[in-house]
């Protein structure tokens, strides 16, 4: 691949890589994969029609910043790789993006829970607050088959309309946002909303139904999840993956500071810590390691 580092992108695609890239990750880390199956795409801001999608191969915690294509609305693939693009994800999201400029980024996926929930005919019941969320909010696209015929598209289009969720009924959840925040937390409300309605309903006694003025209060309040608060979500979202850059410098510095004795408790330093005794050049001995790990926080340990 060529296209092997930042220098190589604008600034605006780099950014879209990145959080695409942890959108993928940390989809792998809620075990929201189906093998190297569904998608999360990403318009690129400042190029027209230009989109980014995982290579149809890899799976979801492979998903780098320099390893996502990019492709225009026809399939057309702008980068190097050995991979190309899923035709059923082309079809969906491509649908979507040509008809919707307002749509930055698409999350599709095919969970359990998402699964099950469009397998009923009635869809996503209102009996928690968090599918309250999206009382009156969701479009439903009847199942054709696996994804692959261009004639769909339309139907797709249609059926979603102006709305920023979809159940496609006996495959899965679709979110469409403003950005990869708001698809991916809207998500995360959605799948969560599932789980809570087939734990419910599993249990065979009486749900409660709340009434359609409550649910249409929850939608007002929320204003169907506001992007500020997306956004808030995401950053802390985002702070539940390895720092890579981090995790790179912690490992130079521990083989450089390495005392053989130490390597094991050295291993637990955040690189904080490690920082601290980089900059410090000491030597520590076992008892202030294990200090660092137990209690009080590194800037108040002395240093020898
Ligand atoms: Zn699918």
Known sequence: MGQTSKAYFTEEEWQTRCDLATAYNLASLFHWTDLI???????????????????????????????????????????????????AGLVIHSAIHSARPDVGAIVHLHTVNGMAVAALQDGLL??????????????????????????????????LGTKKVMILRNHGFLTAGLNIADAFTMMYTLEKAAQVQ?????MGLPVVVPSE??????VKDTGLRG?????????????????KQEKKEVNTLQTRLKPAT?????????????????????????????????????SSVPMA
């Open 227 to 243: 992007i500020k608060n997306a956004e808030t979500e995401w950053q802390a979202l985002k702070r539940l993956l390895p720092n």
């Open 262 to 298: 130490l390597a094991p408790l050295m291993k637990n330093l955040s690189l904080m810590q490690l920082q601290k005794v980089a900059i410090n050049q000491q030597n520590i001995d076992t008892t202030q390691c294990a200090s660092y790990l137990k209690g009080p926080p590194a």
């Open 213 to 218: 003025e409550v649910c249409e209060k929850v």
């Open 198 to 202: 087939i734990t419910s309903l599993s």
């Open 37 to 87: 199956y569904t998608h999360i795409s990403a318009r690129i801001p400042g190029q027209e029609n230009r989109f980014l999608i995982n290579p149809f191969g890899l799976h979801f915690h492979e998903v780098t910043p320099e390893n996502l294509l990019k492709i225009n609305l026809e399939g057309e693939i702008f980068s190097k790789s050995d991979y190309g693009i899923n035709p």
């Open 126 to 159: 209102p009996i928690s607050q968090h599918a309250c969320h999206f009382y009156g909010k969701i479009a439903y696209h009847e199942y054709e088959g696996i994804a692959v015929h261009n004639d769909e598209k339309s139907r797709l289009v249609r059926n």
